[in-house]
C-alpha cells in the first residue's frame, strides 16, 4: 500500500512538474494557448472515467463562460469557453459509449419526452437539406446536439439520485450570484444607469436581455429552495443572500420582459396553489383573445398613443413596454417579427434552415419598419422570439416540434407536482414549472436556446422532469 501511495505521489510530481516546464516554455515562446493543455487532458481523463463529474462541472462553469468572439481572438465563428467544447466531447464520448454498449434503458428512449426530442432534432437536421445555407444549419445541428445529448439523455443518469436534482441548481445559482454581484458592483460605480444596463454584465452575459432572462429563471428556483425544509440555519442565510442578489440584479437589468416572464411564473403558482382547473385558464384566455381581436382598432390607437421610452425611472420604464410608437427596441423587435413571418410565407414547410435567420432577414426589412438600431448584418441580435424564430428557420412542422415538446413537459411536470408525496420534491417540481414558464414566456419577445447559459438549465430541467416521471410511474404501477 505504501509503494502504492508513492506511485501516484510520483505521478503527481511528474504531471506537476510536466506543468510548469510547460507554463515556462509557453511564457518564452509567447505561446500562451499551450498552458491550456494540462487541463484539457485532465477533463479529457475525467470524460472517460467520471462523467457525470464533468457535466457537474459544466453546469458550475456556465454562468462563467465566454464567448469567444467576445475575445480579443480572431474567430470566425462563436464558441462559448470552456463550456461548449467540453459538451462537445462529452457528445462524442457518450455517443461512442451507446455504440459500443448497443444497450439504452428503453423506459428513457420510449418516454414521450424523448420522443418528441428526438422529432425536434430529426426535423432539424431534414431541414438542413433543405437549407439556404447547409453548412449553418449543420453547424446549428450540431450545436444542439453537445446540448441534448450530455445534458438531456445522459442527465436522465445524472437524476437517477434525486439529490443531484438539488445540486445543480446549487452548482449553476452560486455561480449566477457571484456573476450577479459582479455586475451590480460595477454597476453602482455607474450610477446604476439604465444605457450603462446594457453592456454592464458583459464578458459574461452579451447582453442585458439574456442576463434578465436567466436570472429570472432561477428566482423560483432559489425560493423553492430556501422554503425546503431541513435546511440549516447557514444553508437558509445562503439561499436567502442569493435570492436577494438574484432579486435586485433582475431590477436593475432593465430588462422589461424579463419582468414580465417573472410575473407570467408567479401567475403559475398562484395556479397550482389555488387549483384552479386548466379548463377555466383556457376559457378564460380564449375569452380574453377575443375580446382583444374585437376591441382591436381601439387597441392600436391607444398603444401608438404611448410616446414613453425606456429610462431610468422604473415608472416610466414598466410604461414603455407597451409603447410601439417612439421606442426603439418596441419597433426593432416588431421589425424582426416581421421579417421572420415574411421568410416564413416564403418557405412555410421547411423554413429557410436552422440558423440561418441573421443571414437571410435583412431583405425582408421593409423600409417603413427600420429604426435607428436596425441593421443587415444579424449582429444585434435574432429573430427576438422562439417561436417565429423557429417558424422562419424550420418551417410550421419546425414550430410545431417544439410547442410539442413544450406541452409534454409541462403537461408531465403539471401531473409530477400532483402526485409526488415528497414535499421538497414537489416544491422543486413547481419551482422548475415556474422557472420553465418565465423563460418561455419570456421567448414570445427573445430567444437564448441557442447560448449554453439557457440551453444547460433548460435541457437538464426537461431530463429531470423525465427522470422523475419514471420514477413516479414505477411507484403507482407497485
Known amino acids: 500500500m505504501q509503494a502504492l501511495g508513492l506511485h501516484k505521489k510520483g505521478w503527481l510530481y511528474g504531471i506537476s512538474i510536466t506543468f510548469i516546464c510547460l507554463c515556462v516554455w509557453s511564457i518564452y515562446a509567447e505561446n500562451y494557448l499551450a498552458v491550456f493543455l494540462p487541463p484539457a487532458l485532465a477533463i479529457i481523463y475525467a470524460s472517460v472515467y467520471h462523467t457525470k463529474a464533468v457535466v457537474l462541472f459544466v453546469v458550475f462553469c456556465t454562468p462563467f463562460s465566454l464567448n469567444l468572439e467576445s475575445m480579443d481572438l480572431d474567430a470566425s465563428f462563436g464558441f462559448y469557453l470552456p463550456t461548449e467544447p467540453i459538451l462537445f466531447g462529452l457528445t462524442v464520448l457518450i455517443s461512442l459509449k451507446w455504440l459500443q454498449s448497443k444497450t439504452y434503458n428503453k423506459q428513457i428512449i420510449n418516454h414521450p419526452i424523448s420522443y418528441a426530442v428526438i422529432f425536434y432534432l430529426a426535423w432539424i437536421f431534414i431541414t438542413c437539406f433543405t437549407s439556404e445555407r447547409p453548412i449553418v444549419s449543420l453547424k446549428f445541428f450540431i450545436s444542439k446536439l453537445w446540448f441534448i445529448i450530455p445534458l438531456f439523455f445522459f442527465g436522465v443518469r445524472l437524476f437517477k439520485k434525486e439529490k443531484n436534482i438539488y445540486l445543480v441548481q446549487w452548482l449553476y445559482l452560486i455561480p449566477l450570484a457571484i456573476v450577479v454581484l459582479i455586475t451590480l458592483v460595477r454597476h453602482y460605480g455607474h450610477g446604476f444607469d439604465q444605457e450603462i444596463a446594457h453592456w454592464i454584465m458583459s464578458p459574461f452575459f452579451k447582453d442585458h436581455t439574456s442576463y434578465g432572462a436567466i436570472v429570472a429563471f432561477f428566482i423560483p428556483i432559489a425560493a423553492v429552495m430556501l422554503f425546503r425544509k431541513g435546511n440549516t440555519a447557514a444553508t437558509q442565510l445562503t439561499l436567502g443572500s442569493i435570492l436577494t442578489i438574484l432579486i435586485i440584479g433582475l431590477v436593475y437589468s432593465y430588462t422589461r420582459a424579463a419582468w414580465l416572464s417573472l410575473l407570467a411564473s408567479f401567475g403559475v403558482f398562484l395556479l397550482f396553489k389555488l387549483k384552479i382547473k386548466f379548463k377555466y385558464v ?161 421567448g414570445f419577445l427573445n430567444n437564448y436556446l441557442d447560448t449554453d447559459k439557457a440551453s444547460v438549465p433548460i435541457w437538464l430541467s426537461f431530463s429531470a422532469i423525465l427522470m422523475l416521471d419514471i420514477k413516479v410511474k414505477k411507484q403507482l404501477s407497485k
Open 282 to 442: 383556457l376559457g378564460v384566455t380564449l375569452l380574453g383573445g377575443i375580446i382583444a381581436l374585437g376591441f382591436y382598432n381601439e387597441i392600436s390607437m391607444k398603444l401608438s398613443k404611448n410616446d414613453t421610452d425606456s429610462s431610468d425611472n422604473f415608472s416610466k420604464h414598466i410604461e414603455s413596454i407597451s409603447n410601439i410608437s417612439t421606442d426603439a427596441s418596441n419597433l426593432e423587435r416588431i421589425n424582426r417579427w416581421k421579417s421572420a413571418y415574411k421568410m416564413f410565407a416564403e418557405r412555410p414547410f421547411f423554413g429557410w434552415g436552422g440558423g440561418t435567420y441573421a443571414f437571410e432577414y435583412a431583405p425582408f426589412q421593409h423600409s417603413g419598419d427600420l429604426t435607428i438600431i436596425s441593421t443587415n448584418f444579424g449582429d444585434r441580435g435574432n429573430a427576438h422570439s422562439e417561436y417565429l424564430g423557429a417558424l422562419a428557420e424550420t418551417g410550421v412542422i419546425g414550430l410545431l416540434s417544439l410547442l410539442t415538446l413544450l406541452v409534454l413537459v409541462f403537461y408531465k411536470a403539471s401531473m409530477l407536482y400532483i402526485r409526488l408525496e415528497d414535499p421538497n420534491l414537489k416544491w422543486m417540481v413547481l419551482g422548475i414549472i415556474m422557472a420553465l414558464t418565465s423563460y418561455f414566456a419570456h
